[in-house]
């Protein structure tokens, strides 16, 4: 039994005494707006964040700049103001990478794009040592890395890893960090 057919015609009565004179409302045409559900506004922030690191990179990394680095030996490079015994530190192994980016099957661009976002990375998170491990495969980003962290400002030093974290596909790049309270961490 319906709730309408429940009612006497009395009751009918009373009620439309009750409310009085009413007319139906109309239908108006106006769309309900979605809402955005978490992963389509994490998919867009990403797209802000990847034209962030795309500008960072633009901005840092060109790739007609060529460094003269060494050609004999290990990969490594020390900026003029810092101390040459940070490579040997380096290459010893004195420092342990606190972030680590492997850049295997990705291309020239996005590999650029990523070692944009590990810079920033890097000043987020206090790293002062990171491990980029670009591999061997057909030498293009074993070539390239070097040449744009050459370029980067923040990049102190860098030398080839030792074997433990990649030897001769990977790089162990000491970062400036420059707020006063990263010696404290």
């Not at 009373?14 to 106006?30: E, H, N, T, W």
């Not at 900026?79 to 380096?90: G, P």
């Not at 650029?112 to 790293?127: G, P, S």
């Not at 670009?134 to 890893?161: C, E, I, R, T, Y």
Request: proline share 5%; aromatic share 8%.
């Amino acid at each position: 039994m319906k709730f309408k057919d429940a009612l006497t015609p009395d009751e009918k009565d009373l009620f439309m005494q009750a409310i009085g004179k009413v007319k139906p409302i109309v239908q108006d045409k106006i769309a309900p707006i979605k809402k955005q559900s978490k992963n389509q506004s994490l998919h867009l922030g990403k797209d802000k964040g990847n034209a962030k690191k795309k500008q960072h990179a633009e901005f840092y990394f060109s790739d007609e700049f060529e460094p003269n680095l060494n050609q004999q030996g290990p990969m490594k490079y020390v900026r003029k103001d810092v101390d040459s015994f940070e490579a040997k530190n380096l290459r010893r192994g004195q420092y342990a990478p606190d972030l680590i980016l492997d850049l295997h099957g990705l291309d020239q661009k996005t590999a650029k794009l990523e070692i944009a976002a590990l810079m920033f990375a890097c000043k987020k998170e206090h790293a002062k040592c990171v491990c980029i491990v670009h591999g061997l495969g057909s030498q293009v980003l074993k070539n390239k890395v070097p040449h744009w962290l050459v370029q980067h400002p923040d990049v102190m030093a860098f030398h080839q890893a030792p074997l433990e974290w990649g030897g001769n596909g990977a790089l162990l790049v000491l970062v400036e960090l420059n707020d006063r309270f990263a010696d404290i961490i």
